[in-house]
């Protein structure tokens, strides 16, 4: 069993870990870890321990910073109730989640972060935030499609545009993935939905293709256009 650990701080005499089970998180499976609570010299009461998981993003597409202007949450989990950690002491607080499929994959500069917020006798003490990579077997499958064919991302592919939230999708992110061949055909498609809706746009038509989750996805992929 791979453990990544993904954030250890000290807080007073307190030390936290944060500890994740697979290296590589898939949406929609359940992820397991463990939060690892380490006394001190004294006792200490700790009010609440969260889980935040998060992304970052440009809010316009024609920012070029390195600097995201938009903090994205995805899930909070609260993971224990209030507890006194005795003088060298260690407790195992088990916690496990499930991504939602709007969390966006990790492509390119897109990241996703997990963070550790531990309340002390009520005040709030987040932890150093930290990446892990999320994956989606169809997103990789239908880009590995689309490349083999002669297809290629353009720059801002799979990087998250601002959006306005919707019901199945609360966040304002909207991971758009842009591929291009070198006639000029163009394709698009959002990453972080249930189901693909995949555009193809050639010569000012626009062609609408729907690549379900709960059906064959290579006998989905067989009724695209052989010319796609």
């Known amino acids: 069993m791979f453990e990544r650990l993904f954030s250890s701080i000290g807080i007073g005499s307190t030390r ?3 500890v994740l089970f697979q290296d590589k998180i898939e949406r929609n499976k359940e992820v397991q870890g463990e939060v690892h609570v380490f006394g001190g010299k004294a006792a200490q009461t700790i009010s609440e321990i969260y889980i935040h998981v998060d992304t970052e993003f440009h809010r316009f597409d024609d920012e070029m910073t390195e600097f995201r202007d938009v903090t994205e949450p995805i899930l909070e989990i609260k993971i224990t109730e209030p507890f006194v950690i005795q003088p060298n002491e260690e407790k195992k607080i088990p916690f496990s989640f499930t991504l939602p499929y709007y969390t966006p994959v990790t492509f390119k500069e897109q990241t996703i972060h997990i963070q550790t917020e531990l309340d002390i006798n009520y005040f709030n003490h987040p932890v150093e935030t930290h990446d892990f990579e999320v994956i989606d077997p169809l997103i990789d499958l239908l880009n590995q499609y689309l490349i083999e064919r002669g297809y290629y991302h353009n720059f ?3 990087q998250c545009r601002y959006k306005l939230p919707t019901e199945s999708n609360p966040t304002h992110c909207l ?3 842009h591929l291009t061949n070198d006639q000029g055909k163009e394709v698009y498609f959002v ?6 809706h995949l555009y193809v746009q050639e010569n000012n038509h626009l062609k609408h ?3 379900k989750r709960d059906l064959s996805i290579d006998e989905q992929l067989l009724t695209l256009p052989v010319a796609i």
């Not at 990453?191 to 693909?196: M, P, R, W």
Request: net charge negative.
């Open 16 to 18: 936290v870990n944060t």
């Open 156 to 158: 801002k592919s799979g």
């Open 175 to 177: 991971q758009a993935f």
């Open 191 to 196: 990453g972080n939905d249930q189901n693909i």
């Open 209 to 211: 293709y729907e690549i």
